[in-house]
């Protein structure tokens, strides 16, 4: 732990404060903004926390991108003559001492924030906004993760909405009406040449985190660099988003954005994303609402309201379902299977190829997320939470609320879910969304020689013996039986 920075040269003026988290970025940051706008020198930090990333299962390849995009940021920064202190606690228990210490040893009169949405974040900042207060000094905590802050969209009775489409209408109006601002990438950011002290190199190295204490997976598939970020924004804006809804449930096609990485770290933000959108294709939304461009839209409005929900229900951060009666599922609790399915060997082509993906870059595909997440849920009736803690070990772009969402939706657990008797059939998703698989065979190298007609369903092929591939873990239709059945039995009894 290192929570005492020292600076060799005493300061005399008062600083602010801009504490860094999941919005590393110097563009569009709604509290870097506040604390520029104060007209003191900024001094800003991050904090890693490694023992709060083991326990909520945070993924090596994330915090490798963090950990890179902090570089990046920590230039971009100094160029505006603000100064990043990237310390490290254990966990969030500390952050309230490494702050105050900051606090003193920085002659800081205000600390500037961007809200985080899980509970955990949200009592650890009532404890340090409680710190500073009793220390006069103040705490700037604003809206930012979402276009729209989590309470502002909601129902006549002031109630979060429970259903995406009606939700996603009032988003709509309120985004459009009242609050859309188009976003500049370059901030009107004043340098802040008090700080010249600091930039010289004057805080005591100790204070500088060149490495995180963690196991880190590689993140290089990622470029961090401001100029890759946005002009992928912008390529996907310019070339793809209209063709976004015809093709972004073909994983063999690059037809979607690939930026949630950025979005879950901020890296980018949801403005961000939006306003290139309209900028690009301003009639997305006034035409009829069927067309790819409209369809990326809502895929962000889906962010926004399970960030919004997260906010609402602090069961979401809590590991429970939604919908109170699937606690009585009675799940089976087959470890050889869970773990064929984490080493993308289940028998079913594409969930395998799916996983496989995922243990090699850190992301898979949405239309991929569905498959995967209903197989385990359904085809194995394992509980959802085993999938979700695996999905963020492994994910880049892991982020609890929309992962929580996505795993809750899959599971028939959640708000506006998937109907539990709904289930995904994996050959018939697979024959639909990788007709000629082409997915398949570039992740499963060891079905290339399996001829199209089988590749959905290779042990059915004659030649299978001589294919190092497992058989089908389960049978899909017996599967579906008992899991619609021990639903149906969970809501019987609640
Ligand atoms: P695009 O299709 O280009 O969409 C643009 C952006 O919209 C995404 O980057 C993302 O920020 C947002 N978005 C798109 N779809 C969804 C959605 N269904 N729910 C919420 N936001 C969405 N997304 C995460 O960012 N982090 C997660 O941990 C995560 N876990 C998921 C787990 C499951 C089981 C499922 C079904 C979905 C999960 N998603 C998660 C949502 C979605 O799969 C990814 O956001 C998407 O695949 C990212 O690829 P993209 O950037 O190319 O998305």
Known sequence: MNIEPQLSTTTTVDHVLVWLRADLRVSDNTALNRAIASGLPVIAAYIA???????????????????????????????????????????????????????QQYQISAVYCNRQHAWNEKQRDRAVEQALLAQDKQWHCSDDFCALPPGSVVTKQQQMYKVFTPYRNAWLTQFL???????????????????????????????????????????????????AIQQRLQMFCETKAEYYQQQRDFPAIDGTSCLSPYLAIGALSARQCLSALL????????????????????????????????????????NQSFQLYTDNVRWLENS???????????????????????????WMHNRLRMITASFLTKDMLCDWR?????????????????NNGGWQWAASTGTDAQPYFRVFNPTTQSE?????????????????????????????????GSVNYPLPIVDHKQMRLLAIERYKQAKTEY
Request: glycine share 6%; hydrophobic share 40%; proline share 5%.
């Open 432 to 464: 639909r969304f990788d007709p000629n698989g082409e997915f398949i065979r570039q992740w499963l190298p060891e079905l290339k020689s399996v001829p199209d007609k089988y590749i959905h369903a290779p042990s059915l092929w004659s030649g299978f």
């Open 177 to 227: 009406m009242h609050n859309y601002q188009p976003v500049t990438n370059s901030d009107t950011v004043t340098p802040s040449a008090q700080c010249a002290d600091l930039l010289a190199g004057n805080i005591d190295a100790s204070c500088n985190i060149q490495t995180f204490n963690y196991t880190k997976q590689d993140s290089v598939l990622w470029p961090v660099d401001e100029g």
């Open 49 to 103: 926390t490694p023992m709060q990333w083991y326990q909520h299962y945070v993924s090596g390849r994330q915090i490798d991108l963090i950990e890179r995009r902090l570089h990046v940021i920590k230039q971009q920064l100094h160029d505006i003559s603000i100064p990043l202190l990237i310390l490290e606690g254990d966990d969030f228990s500390v952050a309230t001492d490494i702050i105050i210490n900051v606090c």
């Open 279 to 318: 900028q690009t294709l301003p009639q997305c939304v006034e035409i009829n609402k069927d067309n790819g461009a409209f369809v990326w839209l809502s895929e962000v409005v889906w962010r926004e309201f399970y960030n919004h929900l997260l906010d609402s229900d602090e069961r979401l951060s809590k």
């Open 386 to 402: 085993i999938g979700e803690q695996w999905f963020m070990q492994q994910l880049i772009d892991g982020e609890l609320a929309s």
């Open 336 to 362: 050889v299977h869970v773990h064929a399915w984490q080493q993308g060997q289940t028998g079913f082509p594409l969930v395998d190829a799916a996983m496989r993906q995922l243990a090699t870059t850190g």
